[in-house]
Structures are given as C-alpha cells and as structure tokens.
C-alpha cells in the first residue's frame, strides 16, 4: 500500500527532515526548507522497461576498458574541452545556468550540427513549432536529429531505449515526472528521483545524457545544486545578457580537468566560438584614457588578456557609491582600505566604479595590480601607459605577490604586442626568455605607483 507523508527538504543541498527547520544541517543555509508531499511505500528502485541489469564482478584495474579513446566528439572544440575531450560514453551531464542564458540554444546547436549522428533532443520546456524556428535560425546540418517533446520519465526512457540515439539531451530537468512519485514537476523529491531515473539509463545503456537546468544567480531556487552530487559532470553557462559573450564553465568533472573554460558569442544565429579570446576582451580605442588597465590573466587552463576600467570621482553626497561589475566588491573595497592606509589616497570619500570589460566574471586574483594600476589612474586622471600589462596579487599590507604560471601570462601578453608587464618581485620564474616584452617586478603597490606615475 502506498502511503502519502510529508516531508521536509532543503532547496540548497537536498537534506531530508521531517520536520521544517530554520537552518538547515547539512549545508547552513538559513530558511531553504521547503514542504513536500512524498509517496512511501512505492517502490522507487524499479527497473526501468526494458533495462537489464548487469551483474558486476571484482576486476583487476588494468583489465578494465579504458573508456577514453571512445568520448563522443561534439563538434564544438570550446565544449569538448570544458568537457575534458568529449562526451564519455554512459556519463550523465548537468548544464546549469540562469533562464535565457542560452542552455537550450547550446544544446540545440550542438544536435543540429553533429552529422551522421543520431540526437534524441527531448524537451519539455518548448513547443515543436518553437523548435523548428529556433533550429531555422540555427541551420540544419544533421538530418537525424530527433525531437521529442515530453515530460514523463519513463516515456523518455522507453524512446532513448528504442531510438538508440548517440546522445540525449534533456531539455529540463525542471519540467520532468517521474511517475514513481507523486510529486509535482519542478520539486526537490521529482528532481532527484527523474536524475536518478535518467542516471540508471546513461550507465546501463552507455547513452550519455545530457540534462539542462535553470538556476538562479544564488543557486537556491530551482535544484540543480542538489544534483551536482548525482551527475558526473556540471557545467555552468554564464555571461551577462546585455553582452554577447557567454563562458562555460566545469564546475565538477569526473573526465577532466574542473577549472576548463569555453567561452562563446550569441550571434543572431545561434553562437559562435571564440578560440582567441584576448581579442575580443580588449576594447578598442585610439586615444589612451585615464582607468583602464590590462590584466593577464588565466582562466582554466588559458591565459588571456582582460580589460578593467574604473571610474573614481568625488562622491556627490554624504555615502561614496561602490560599484562592480565583474569582480568582487569586497575584494574591491579591500583594494581601495589598502590604497588609503598604504598609499595614503583619500579613497574613502570618492565614488568608485569597477567594470570588468566584455561582462565577464573574474575569480583569478592576478587581476588586483590590473584593479590597483586602474584605480590609481583614474583618481589621478592620468592615462596608463600604452601596450602595459599587469599580472599579480595584492595582499592587505600593499605587498605584490606571486601568481601561478607567470611565464604563460607573459607570453600571452607578448604575443598580442604587449611591450611591458608588471608582476610580482617574489615570482619564481622559468628559465624561458621573453625577448619582446619588458618585465618589470614591483614590491609593494607604492613600488608600482612610483613607477607608473613616478
Ligand atoms: P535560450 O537558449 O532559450 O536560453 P535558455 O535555454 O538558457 O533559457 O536562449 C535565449 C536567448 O538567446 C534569447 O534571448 C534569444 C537569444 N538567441 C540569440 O541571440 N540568437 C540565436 O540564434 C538564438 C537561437 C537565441
Ligand atoms: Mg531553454
């Protein structure tokens, strides 16, 4: 007899209590718990039709297939890469990202241009017609790419079983129902049970699937952190509407490398891969102005060169406005305490205005003496010099620190024409020689002043 009880669940992490708490023990989250109606008594481990289940025994490792040289190529050498070399036969992938971001449109483009394979492309969020049009914009170049619009679970399951498809993608994992629960699409108990349904089929038919999932800027909402434990790999797509550029990014990888980026440019045509990024993230302009600074910087395993501009002015009334876009505030608001006590600049009664240039995202701390050398800049109102670029740490006592794979930083910078570099006294360097570009390593940011503006 199947029975109905409620219970309690976590919207950031998934943990189960039967009754509603303020935090929650698991993760720390305050106020994540939401009320949940769950069927018990149901068994949840059924087999899906048609599925047999193998029995496994102890092998020595080198005797196990290597699954490597099998990844499905996608036919995007930006997504490959975030995805360690392709897709791994039997892998179950979670691509995240905030609604509009441009999931579906990745995915879709994707299936439509892998020729000569077979794509089951299974959606709950869109209409055939609505497809159809977006694949219009896109162009058709694979004429096996099927579209299924449908929510139900098992019914997925059935067709993934009898189309055989080389990949599924499943379009999101918000809209399934799975019919071994009672729960409503959308909630925590559905999510987890149609992930684990969908996981069960990925590893014993070895089709990888694909699942979309919408997320907001926080992570709370909609679940996808929960599955970040069942999947095998979580890729998040980013990037600001109001830009074109759009980073994808691995956030956990059991076949690859976590740190791997792919960066991509929505075009009125789907997107467009960008493989030289330093190009597009400099901005162009003939007359050098005061604010803006070039870091190296490296994301993933790339090193590419990024622009800062700041913007400081005399605050207009009694609170300085502090605004970023693009880094973080409070590591901004550091760099402006350390500018006042260390340099003796009276930041603390200016407006300040932080923009990292293209709308991306920066996590690497290299870019501070960049952040530093802008902000420097514009409170002087005196230009940077030109082809300079910046790569290192500053801590809390002004000091310059070290960066990782600063010979890699430098010749990027010099590959694109830069003539000098500014980092850290205390980098070990490489024996490579870099003959084109000046090195100049600095102490302390007052060091860095003093050359810069001397
Ligand atoms: P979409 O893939 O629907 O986002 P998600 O699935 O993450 O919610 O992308 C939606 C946005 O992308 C929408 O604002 C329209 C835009 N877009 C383009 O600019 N060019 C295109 O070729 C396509 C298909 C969409
Ligand atoms: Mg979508």
Do not use: F
């Given at each position: 007899m199947a029975k109905t009880k409620t219970l309690f669940f976590c919207r950031n992490c998934g943990h189960e209590s039967p009754k509603w708490l303020?935090?929650?023990?698991?993760?720390?989250?305050?106020?994540t718990f939401a009320e949940e109606t769950v069927v018990t008594g149901k068994s949840g481990k059924t087999t899906p039709l048609g599925l047999v289940q193998r029995m496994e025994v102890p092998t020595p490792v080198q005797e196990i297939e290597s699954s490597n040289e099998k990844r499905l190529d996608t036919g995007m050498a930006e997504l490959n890469r975030v995805l360690g070399g392709g897709l791994v036969p039997g892998s179950l992938v979670l691509i995240g990202g905030e609604p509009g971001i441009g999931k579906s449109t990745l995915m879709l483009q994707v299936s439509l241009n892998l020729e000569g394979k077979k794509i089951l492309y299974v959606s709950g969020e869109e209409s055939r017609q609505q497809i159809r049009m977006r694949a219009d914009r896109i162009g058709i170049r694979n004429e096996n790419c099927l579209i299924y619009t449908e929510v139900s679970t098992s019914a997925i399951t059935q067709q993934v079983l009898a189309v055989q498809p080389d990949f599924v993608v499943v379009d999101?994992?918000?809209t399934l129902q799975s019919e071994?629960?009672?729960?409503?699409?959308?909630s925590i108990t559905q999510i987890r049970e149609s992930a684990a349904e969908l996981n069960r089929l990925a590893k014993s038919s070895q089709i990888p699937v694909v699942l979309i999932g919408h997320i907001t800027k926080d992570g709370?909402?909609?679940?996808?952190k929960i599955l970040e434990h069942m999947v095998d790999t979580v890729i998040q797509f980013e990037g600001d509407r109001h830009y074109g550029f759009r980073i994808l990014r691995a956030i956990k990888n059991r076949f690859g490398p976590a740190s791997e980026l792919g960066i991509f440019e929505m075009l009125h045509n789907g997107l467009r891969e960008v493989t030289n990024p330093s190009e597009l993230l400099l901005s162009q302009r003939e007359n050098p102005v005061s604010g803006a600074s070039i870091a190296a910087m490296i994301e993933g395993l790339r090193p590419m060169m990024v622009e800062t501009q700041a913007l400081v002015g005399q605050a207009a009334y009694g609170t300085p406005q502090r605004s970023v876009t693009g880094y973080d505030l409070r590591r901004l608001n550091m760099l402006l305490a350390v500018l006042e006590k260390?340099?003796?600049?009276?930041?603390?009664?200016k407006d300040v205005f932080l923009n990292i240039a293209g709308g991306l995202r920066v996590d690497d701390p290299a870019i501070d003496l960049a952040v530093v050398a802008a902000l420097v800049s514009s409170a002087n109102d005196i230009p940077l010099p030109e082809k300079t670029a910046f790569a290192a740490e500053v801590g809390l006592s002004g000091e310059v620190r070290a960066v990782n794979r600063v010979d890699a930083r430098i010749s990027e910078a010099a590959r694109l024409g830069f003539e000098e570099i500014y980092i850290s006294r205390f980098n070990q360097r490489g024996?490579?020689?870099?003959?084109n570009i000046r090195v100049v390593t600095v102490g302390d940011v007052n060091e860095l002043i003093g050359k810069l503006f001397g």
């Open positions: 303020g935090k929650c023990p698991g993760c720390g989250e305050w106020n999101s994992i918000q071994q629960i009672e729960a409503t699409a959308g709370v909402i909609a679940g996808p260390r340099s003796g600049l009276r930041m603390g009664s024996p490579s020689k870099h003959e």
